[in-house]
C-alpha cells in the first residue's frame, strides 16, 4: 500500500517466497520457446561486452541503456504469445503444446533467475580495477534475469506476502494460493489449464498468481503474463469478478491507481463482497490521497469481509492519518487471529515495520523475528531486520542481512538503503561499492517501466540522493502529476530541494506531514527545508522531532540532521 515495504501491495500478501521452478510455461501458444536461443545469445553477448568494457561510466550507462532496450524488445514477444488464443482450436493448441514447452520453459527460467543473483554476486565481490566492467555485466544480466520471464511465457502493504482467491474457479481450490507454496499452487493450475483451457476461473488465480510472483521475486516481467491470463479469463466469461479484480490488483502493482480504482469498482459491482476487490479499492483510494474516502472504504471492506487482508490496510489507513495506537491495535488483533504461516509472516513484519517507525527498536526486532520462524525466507522481513539492526547500531549485522535481501532480489529500498550502509562504514573500496548499488537501480528503473510499470516514485526517490537531480525532479513533479499523496509530496519537496529550489518546496514538505503520519524522513526533510528558506528555529523542531520519533531512521540523513543541529549550538 505504501513505500514502507515494496511501494504498492495490492493484495493479501501471504505465503513463502516461491521457488524459481514457479515460473513455468503458462498453457498458451508455443511461439515463445522460438526466442530461447535469442536469449542465451543475449547472455552470452553481454558477458562478452562486459569481459570487454573499459571502466568507465559510459560503459555503465550503456549496459543500463540496453537492459531497457533488451526488456521493451522481448516485451512485445510475450504480447504476441497471448494473440488469437481465445477460440477453441487455439486453445486445444496450446493445451497440447503446454506439456512439451514446460520442461524447457522451466529450465529456462531457473537458469534466468540463477543468472540475476550470480550478476549480483559478481558485483558485490568484484575488485575495483574491474567493477566498473563488472558492473556493466551486472547491469546487461539483471536486463536477460528480468526480460527472460516474458519470453517464457510461464506462468500493501507496501510491499508482502502470497496471495489469497477471493472467488473460487473452477476446478482449482483458491486455497492452493492461500497454503503457502505458491510454486505449487502455479504448477497445480498449470496442469489443470493444459486439460481444461477454458476454465476463466483457474485463469483469473494464475493472473492472480503471478502478479504475487512479481511482487515475491522483485521481477516486474511477470507483469504482462499476469495481463495475459486475466485477459484469457475476461475473454473467456467477460465481467467475471475474480478477472476484474485481480486486473485492479495488476494496475495497482504496476501503480497504475487510477485503473485500479476503475477495475476494482467494476469487480464490486459484480460481487460487493469480493475481498480481494474491497482490499484493492482501499489501496487505490490510499495511493490516490483520497485518505477520507480511503477510510469510508476500509469501513465498508471491514463490515463486508473482515479478514488479514482489509485489516491490515485499516491499520494502514489509520496510521497515515497519525493514530499509531488504533493501527497498532488493529494489527495486534489480526495477528492473534492469524491461523496461516503467511499471515503469521505477513502481519508480524507489518507490526515490526510499525514498531520501527515509532523507533521502538526492540519491539520491531521482536515481531521480525516471529515473522523469520513462520518463514525464515521472507524478504521484507530480512530487510526490515537488517534496518533495525542498523538503527541500533549493529552496522556489520546490517550490512550483512542486507546483502542477502539485495543478492536475492536488487529491488530499489533495498539497493539504496545497502548503498547508504557502505557509506556510512566508509571503508576502503565503500564509496564505489555503494555507487555500484545506485547504479543497479537505475537498471531496475529502467526495466520496470518496459514492463509497464510506472516507476516515477522509484526514480525520484533515489535520484535525489544519489544520482541525478534534475531526473528526480522530472521524475517526481511527473508523480505528482498523477497522484497527492503524503509520499508523493515529500518526493518533490525533497527533489524541489537538492535542485535549489527550497521556496517552492517548502509547501510540499508541510504538505507531506499534514495528515499527522509519523514518518521521520519526511520530518527530516521538511527540517532541512525550512532551514534553507530561513525558518532556522521550526527547521531545528523538525529535525529534532525527526530524532526524537526515529533516531536511527536513515544510516546517512540521521547523521546529517545531527550535524546540523550540532553546528547551531
Not at 112 to 139: K, N, T, W
Request: charged share 25%; glycine share 8%.
Amino acid at each position: 500500500m505504501s513505500p514502507r515495504t515494496n511501494d504498492s501491495a495490492p493484495e493479501s500478501e501471504r505465503g513463502s517466497e516461491p521457488a524459481d521452478r514457479a515460473a513455468e510455461a503458462m498453457p498458451e501458444e508455443s511461439p515463445a520457446l522460438a526466442t530461447e536461443g535469442g536469449t542465451g545469445s543475449e547472455a552470452e553477448a553481454s558477458g562478452s561486452a562486459a569481459s570487454e568494457a573499459e571502466a568507465t561510466t559510459e560503459a555503465t550507462d550503456k549496459a543500463a541503456g540496453e537492459a531497457e532496450a533488451t526488456a521493451k524488445s522481448t516485451a512485445p514477444a510475450a504480447d504476441r504469445t497471448a494473440t488469437g488464443a481465445g477460440d477453441e482450436a487455439t486453445d486445444k493448441a496450446a493445451a497440447e503444446t503446454g506439456d512439451e514447452m514446460t520442461d524447457t520453459a522451466a529450465e529456462v527460467t531457473d537458469d534466468v533467475a540463477d543468472e540475476r543473483v550470480a550478476a549480483v554476486r559478481r558485483l558485490s565481490a568484484s575488485g575495483r580495477r574491474r567493477h566498473l566492467a563488472q558492473l556493466a555485466f551486472c547491469a546487461s544480466a539483471l536486463a536477460i534475469a528480468l526480460t527472460a520471464g516474458a519470453i517464457v511465457i510461464g506462468a500493501v502493504r507496501d510491499d508482502g506476502g502470497a496471495a489469497t482467491v477471493a472467488s473460487a474457479p473452477v476446478g482449482v481450490s483458491p486455497q492452493l494460493l492461500a497454503g503457502g507454496d505458491l510454486d505449487a499452487s502455479i504448477t497445480s493450475l498449470q496442469d489443470h489449464l493444459r486439460s481444461q483451457p477454458k476454465d476463466f476461473g483457474s485463469w483469473s488465480t494464475l493472473g492472480l498468481a503471478y502478479i504475487e510472483q512479481a511482487r515475491t521475486k522483485g521481477d516486474p516481467s511477470r507483469y504482462p503474463q499476469a495481463e495475459q491470463a486475466l485477459g484469457r479469463s475476461l475473454k473467456l466469461r467477460p465481467d467475471n469478478d475474480p478477472a476484474l479484480a485481480g486486473r485492479a490488483a495488476l494496475a495497482a502493482a504496476r501503480h497504475d491507481f487510477t485503473d485500479a480504482l476503475k477495475y476494482a469498482d467494476q469487480a464490486l459491482k459484480q460481487n460487493p463482497y469480493s475481498e480481494r476487490a474491497l482490499a484493492s479499492r482501499i489501496d487505490a483510494l490510499v495511493e490516490l490521497g483520497r485518505y477520507e474516502d480511503a477510510s469510508k472504504a476500509a469501513d465498508t471492506a471491514d463490515s463486508r469481509r473482515p479478514g488479514v487482508p482489509v485489516f491490515t490496510r485499516y491499520a494502514y489507513v489509520k496510521e497515515l492519518r497519525g493514530d499509531v495506537k488504533t493501527a497498532r491495535r488493529v494489527l495486534e488483533q489480526a495477528l492473534d487471529t492469524s491461523t496461516t504461516r503467511g499471515d503469521v509472516t505477513y502481519v508480524a513484519t507489518a507490526l515490526g515495520q510499525l514498531a520501527w517507525n515509532q523507533g521502538e527498536y526492540d519491539s520491531a526486532l521482536t515481531y521480525y523475528a516471529r515473522a523469520l520462524a513462520a518463514d525464515d525466507t521472507y524478504l521484507p522481513a530480512l530487510e526490515g531486520r537488517a534496518r533495525t539492526q542498523a538503527a541500533q547500531g549493529d552496522r556489520a549485522a546490517a550490512i550483512s542481512g542486507m546483502e542477502q535481501v539485495v543478492e536475492r532480489y536488487p529491488l530499489p529500498q533495498p539497493l539504496v538503503e545497502l548503498g547508504e550502509l557502505y557509506e556510512a562504514r566508509g571503508k576502503e573500496g565503500d564509496a564505489q561499492k555503494a555507487r555500484d548499488q545506485y547504479t543497479l537501480v537505475d537498471a531496475w528503473v529502467s526495466l520496470a517501466r518496459a514492463n509497464g510499470v510506472n516507476a516515477d516514485l522509484d526514480t525520484a526517490l533515489a535520484a535525489a540522493d544519489h544520482g541525478d537531480k534534475e531526473a528526480a525532479l522530472k521524475a517526481a513533479r511527473a508523480e505528482w502529476a498523477r497522484r497527492h499523496t503524503v509520499h508523493t509530496a515529500d518526493a518533490l519537496a525533497w527533489a524541489l530541494h537538492v535542485n535549489g529550489r527550497d521556496e517552492e518546496a517548502l509547501p510540499y514538505a508541510r504538505e507531506a506531514t499534514a495528515t499527522g503520519y509519523r514518518n521521520a524522513s519526511f520530518l527530516y526533510h521538511r527540517g532541512m527545508i525550512e532551514r534553507a528558506t530561513g525558518h532556522q528555529n521550526a527547521g531545528d523542531a523538525s529535525l529534532k522531532s525527526a530524532l526524537d520519533l526515529n533516531p536511527g531512521f536513515s544510516p546517512l540523513g540521521a547523521t546529517t540532521a545531527r550535524k546540523a543541529l550540532e553546528a547551531d549550538k
